[in-house]
């Protein structure tokens, strides 16, 4: 799971800033996905792309927050105008192509974002 | 709806026994996969076992092993002759195998704590 590659580990950020989270998907795998994790509980999924296509964002704010996924460099989310409530862990994980590949999910070390 | 129980907010255990962690899970999909995850005090979210509900085996990679008794719906974790370095929060997971978008549900976590 060390392929997944996420930056920056620890971020903090005043209310009513932006933050960008990156993720880098492990070689060869063409899907990645954000989870959201709040102090003392389980992971909420955010959304699930593939290159240039957002595939599932049901889990997404509808305000403040994006996603993508080029055809070329990382994944990013993206949060406009921070306010404290987005502070939390960020993971990405990612997956190869092809059926049957979704027992292979590996995560990043987490992007933690602190809004002060 | 899919979802993932963990009843056990926080375990003790001497070191070099072995742990059984909780897992009830609820869904009404055929064809679903579990999972368990480890994070440690460090964060990052490290895999560690799968089993598809097909899977006539119950699976096992190293000191763990997984209790799945498809009727009752659970999925334990169990950890042989465990070592300090288990401490850590544990989550498990699932997702509906058909379902195109992989999401996982996790539950809200176990905390182990190994005592020396």
């Known amino acids: 799971n060390a392929g997944v590659m996420q930056n920056p580990r620890h971020l903090v950020r005043r209310r009513g800033q932006e933050a960008r989270l990156r993720c880098s998907p492990m070689?060869?795998?063409?899907?990645v996905y954000w989870y959201r994790q709040l102090p003392e509980e389980g992971l909420k999924f955010m959304v699930y792309?593939?290159?240039?296509?957002?595939?599932?964002e049901s889990g997404m704010p509808k305000e403040r927050f994006s996603a993508e996924f080029p055809k070329e460099g990382p994944s990013i989310l993206r949060i406009q105008q921070v306010v404290r409530g987005d502070s939390a862990a960020y993971f990405c994980?990612?997956?190869?192509?092809?059926?049957?590949?979704?027992?292979?999910?590996?995560f990043g070390e987490g992007s933690w974002l602190t809004v002060v | 709806a899919q979802k993932i129980t963990q009843t056990q907010p926080g375990m003790f255990v001497q070191e070099k026994e072995a742990v059984t962690l909780d897992c009830t899970y609820d869904?009404?999909?055929?064809?679903?996969?579990l999972f368990w995850y480890k994070q440690p005090s460090s964060g990052e979210m490290i895999f560690l076992i799968y089993?598809?509900?097909?899977d006539e085996q119950n699976a096992t990679e190293g000191r763990y092993s997984l209790n799945f008794q498809k009727a009752r719906k659970s999925a334990n974790l169990v950890i042989s002759a465990s070592q300090l370095g288990d401490s850590a929060m544990y989550f498990c997971?699932?997702?509906?195998?058909?379902?195109?978008?992989?999401?996982?549900?996790w539950g809200a976590g176990t905390k182990l704590i190994i005592k020396p």
């Open positions: 994980a990612s997956s190869p192509p092809g059926p049957g590949s979704g027992n292979t999910i590996y």
């Open positions: 997971a699932m997702r509906d195998v058909m379902d195109s978008n992989y999401q996982l549900i």
């Open positions: 869904t009404s999909d055929q064809s679903y996969g």
């Open positions: 792309l593939q290159k240039e296509n957002i595939i599932d």
């Open positions: 070689k060869g795998h063409s899907h």
């Open positions: 089993q598809g509900s097909y």
